[in-house]
């Protein structure tokens, strides 16, 4: 079976989980921006980073799914995995871009990232400074949960990579 492990990492924790997983199942892994043809693979494992509500990435490769191939999605970000709202959303936003025929919700993975606002370029700093505000006039029992994590880490570096979240993942594989 041809398989590839493709990311899109913004901060890096998406690249360290793919790179990681490539060790564990020795699928080779790439960046999305390297990867031209996917309808060549008949398993996918997609491993995105989620900015501004979407999955990075994920819209561009999913133009190159087919029916047939085995798709899994494993999403990092900030936000607390398990919290059920923020499942729903971001599995709302892949739906956007790959249906359930494709890639149904027992493939889709949720995993904790990483972030150093000294680290981000101008743009990005601006548009955190701004969610930060928000997160700030709001009262906590009103917080979202990625408004929690925002109002949490607002200005740290901090690191939630855990490789043993990529457990269920492997046993699904």
Not at 27 to 48: C, L, N, P, T
Not at 134 to 158: F, H, N, R
């Amino acid at each position: 079976m041809k398989q590839i492990i493709i990311y899109a990492s913004l901060h890096g924790a998406a690249e360290r989980y793919a790179e990681r997983l490539a060790q564990i199942t020795g699928i080779e892994a790439k960046s999305f921006k390297e990867v031209k043809d996917i309808a060549q693979f008949e398993r996918i494992i997609y491993v995105g980073a989620i900015y501004a509500g979407g999955v990075m990435g994920l819209k561009k490769t999913a133009q190159g799914f087919r029916n047939g191939q085995e798709v899994f999605i494993a999403t990092v970000g900030m936000t607390d995995p398990t919290d059920p709202v923020f499942v729903s959303n971001i599995r709302k936003a892949i739906r956007q871009f790959v249906s359930a025929d494709i890639c149904n919700d027992d493939r889709i993975f949720h995993l904790r990232g990483a972030i150093d606002y000294a680290k981000l370029g101008l743009g990005h700093r601006i548009l955190m400074k701004l969610m930060y505000s928000q997160a700030m006039k709001t009262p906590d029992d009103q917080l979202t949960a990625e408004a929690k994590a925002i109002k949490e880490t607002y200005g740290q570096s901090v690191d939630f990579v855990n490789f043993d979240t990529l457990q269920p993942l492997v046993e699904k594989l």
